[in-house]
């Protein structure tokens, strides 16, 4: 079994100073053996760490679409902003990567005793609150990713996480965990335990076997990150 952090920013992101070095250390000192740089809409320091050799990289990206963000990993090459939810998606499966909903409802209290739809015919159906609660939560696109974020520390509510995890069975997609770390100390706040893979097709098939866990980052992390905006000074490893 490895433990595996899949979702990490790096200075490569606008509201992240983590230097690619600061990561390395980071895992190290948490106990990840495999991580998901998913920096938003690029996949420059990704690529970057994973040919340092420093450390195990899935190369990701945090994908802005006019409906929300995704998480595109196994990527060779960057999605565009901008693009509807669905043509992201085509272009992620198109070069062999897999697609991810991240924080899937959101940062704020979501009750799992609320109505979140259900199943007809073996589709999932959400609930209006379920699509009120994030416009990318539509039976189309469900229908086409591969994965579901049920813990990201940086979600302050346990009852949001529980309610991923019931979202995650009712859409029968398999769960991930990360820790959306923007600084080094929230790395492996989040992660997975789940068996070794070679490719996208065989990570896909080992987290059916998965074990996600996490801890819930301080409401501080958040201002690190708007210090990282308004403090922007580039990228340097």
Not at 192 to 197: A, C, E, G, L, N
């Amino acid at each position: 079994m490895i433990s595996a952090d899949l979702h990490l920013h790096t200075c490569h992101s606008y509201d992240s100073a983590t230097s690619l070095k600061d990561v390395v250390r980071g895992c190290r000192r948490a106990g990840i053996d495999c991580v998901a740089v998913t920096d938003h809409n690029t996949i420059a320091g990704a690529l970057r760490l994973r040919d340092s050799d420093e450390i195990r990289v899935i190369v990701g990206e945090e994908i802005s679409t006019v409906e929300g963000e995704l998480l595109g990993l196994f990527l060779t090459q960057p999605i565009p902003r901008g693009l509807s939810a669905v043509a992201s998606i085509d272009l992620v499966h198109a070069q062999g990567g897999l697609v991810c909903i991240p924080h899937p409802l959101g940062r704020k209290p979501f009750s799992p005793e609320v109505d979140m739809g259900d199943t007809r015919d073996g589709r999932y159906v959400p609930s209006e609150r379920v699509t009120s609660a994030n416009r990318l939560l539509t039976e189309e696109v469900i229908g086409r990713v591969d994965m579901l974020e049920v813990i990201n520390a940086r979600t302050p509510f346990a009852n949001t996480w529980a309610s991923a995890r019931r979202l995650a069975e009712l859409c029968r997609l398999p769960l991930t965990a990360g820790s959306d770390a923007h600084t080094a100390g929230e790395i492996g706040r989040a992660r997975v335990q789940m068996p070794d893979f070679t490719d996208a097709r065989t990570f896909l098939n080992a987290l059916r076997d998965a074990r996600p866990s996490g801890a819930r980052s301080s409401v501080l992390v958040h201002f690190a990150s708007m210090y990282a905006k308004l403090g922007r000074r580039g990228c340097s490893e």
